[in-house]
């Protein structure tokens, strides 16, 4: 079974509240994985997480509404999957890119440009 089929198939159980809870432990635990390669992308993936989560939890948002943000959380993961394979990074390079890219000093230092060139600017440094 695909992810896609997956997550239609959590999106069409008549019962929103079982299918939040086992989406939320689902991606809990694919963020947890993560954390061993991209501890940066891991923690903005559990801070949202624990956002949506903590809205239900308040009444804030119904069922149905955590159980999408999770599927869409479930999808920027997949798609933030996709982008470490594309240009075939090694783990610990996606994990240093990560970080370069939450870092404001380093964006400010190195240029957008730099950061986004296929060779990491290095033919610039």
Do not use: W
Not at 45 to 70: C, N, P, T
Request: charged letters at 30%; glycine letters at 8%.
């Amino acid at each position: 079974m695909s992810s896609e089929q997956l997550l239609a198939e959590v999106r069409g159980m008549p019962q929103k509240n079982l299918a939040a809870e086992f989406l939320g432990k689902l991606l809990g635990a694919g963020i947890k994985t993560r954390s061993r390669q991209t501890l940066v992308q891991s923690r903005s993936f559990a801070e949202l997480l624990e956002k949506s989560l903590g809205r239900y939890q308040d009444r804030a948002i119904e069922a149905a509404q955590v159980l999408e943000e999770l599927i869409d959380l479930a999808k920027e993961m997949r798609e933030a999957d996709r982008c470490g394979e594309a240009p075939h990074l090694r783990s610990d390079e996606l994990a240093f890119y990560d970080a370069l890219e939450v870092n404001d000093s380093a964006v400010k230092v190195l240029g957008d440009e730099t950061l986004q060139a296929p060779d990491g600017g290095a033919a610039t440094a």
